[in-house]
T-cell receptor
Framework: GNSVTQMEGPVTLSEEAFLTINCTYT??????LFWYVQYPGEGLQLLLK?????DKGSNKGFEATYRKETTSFHLEKGSVQVSDSAVYFC?????????????FGQGTTLQVKP | AAGVIQSPRHLIKEKRETATLKCYPI?????VYWYQQGPGQDPQFLIS???????DKGSIPDRFSAQQFSDYHSELNMSSLELGDSALYFC???????????????FGPGTRLTVL
């Protein structure tokens, strides 16, 4: 079946540190890959996406590259800020027999300290 | 820009009571998804609708039912509530089952249901 595995958290970093959150997936068909962010007490916001192999999604300084050979979609940011503290979810949907439902990883909590 | 609206934002119920959660998708979006997120858990897909028809079903208990109306809003009806139903319930919307937008979904703020 389809699944997403993320590195366990929490991840605690100092401001301006480099961030990597690992995400690997198992999927049939051709998945689209997403990173969602959830700030405390809020809903899910799409951070970035990639829809085919070697695509790079980017937004707000975050990047992730769709690596089909390693079935990975690791999230990176060169310099984190305190305001980046949140829970990050890697997710996928699959095609062709797709109804669009998202399958999420277990989430990784990021804490950034001043 | 208009976003997905969910109501109520918070709901407290007793065991065995019923609850109705509402979702208003982004204008022109014809697809609605419901997800359940337990404390410290990842969101789990419950059910989805496209053009007022059920399009997919996930781990939704038989005690729950849902529908999408002619104006595309959706309601999730939950009966015989159990303590384990306490969770954050998200609604998301997309256009055309996501086929033309690479499955991008837009999430509402969620309804936090507490069952006592």
């Amino acid at each position: 079946g389809n699944s997403v595995t993320q590195m366990e958290g929490p991840v605690t970093l100092s401001e301006e540190a480099f961030l990597t959150i690992n995400c690997t997936y198992t999927a049939t068909g051709y998945p689209s890959l997403f990173w969602y962010v959830q700030y405390p007490g809020e809903g899910l916001q799409l951070l970035l996406k990639a829809t085919k192999a070697d695509d790079k999604g980017s937004n707000k300084g975050f990047e992730a590259t769709y690596r089909k050979e390693t079935t990975s979609f690791h999230l990176e940011k060169g310099s984190v800020q305190v305001s980046d503290s949140a829970v990050y979810f890697c997710a996928l949907t699959t095609r062709p027999s797709n109804t669009g439902k998202l399958i999420f990883g277990q989430g990784t909590t990021l804490q950034v300290k001043p | 820009a208009a976003g997905v609206i969910q109501s109520p934002r918070h709901l407290i119920k007793e065991k065995r009571e019923t609850a109705t959660l509402k979702c208003y998708p982004i204008p022109r979006h014809d697809t609605v998804y419901w997800y359940q997120q337990g404390p410290g858990q990842d969101p789990q897909f419950l059910i989805s609708f496209y053009e007022k028809m059920q399009s997919d079903k996930g781990s939704i208990p038989d005690r729950f039912s849902a529908q999408q109306f002619s104006d595309y809003h959706s309601e999730l009806n939950m009966s015989s509530l159990e303590l384990g139903d306490s969770a954050l319930y998200f609604c998301a919307s997309s256009l055309d089952l996501g086929r033309t937008t690479h499955n991008e979904q837009f999430f509402g703020p969620g309804t936090r249901l507490t069952v006592l």
